[in-house]
């Protein structure tokens, strides 16, 4: 039961990923509890957020640490 929902959110993550916007905006990161794990904002939500979800050997271990918790994100579309 808990692999089905653990793909589950594999595929709607990725299907959230492939619909962002190419616009300013502020994201949420979100835990499966759904508390906030991170808010930042970006100038191209697309290019920002997908960024956070490509293999690279450049992140920080900070960054490491809150992705292995990450279930969920939203985001907000700005003026800039």
Do not use: C
Request: charged letters at 25%.
């Amino acid at each position: 039961m808990w692999y089905n929902v653990a793909m589950k959110m594999q595929v709607d993550l990725k299907t959230k990923l492939a619909n962002l916007p190419d616009e300013p905006g502020v994201y949420i990161m979100m835990d499966g509890d759904q508390n906030i794990l991170y808010v930042g904002k970006a100038k191209n939500l697309k290019i920002r957020v997908r960024q956070y979800f490509h293999a690279s050997t450049n992140k920080t271990e900070k960054v490491l640490a809150m992705l292995s918790h990450v279930e969920d994100f939203r985001y907000i579309i700005t003026a800039s």
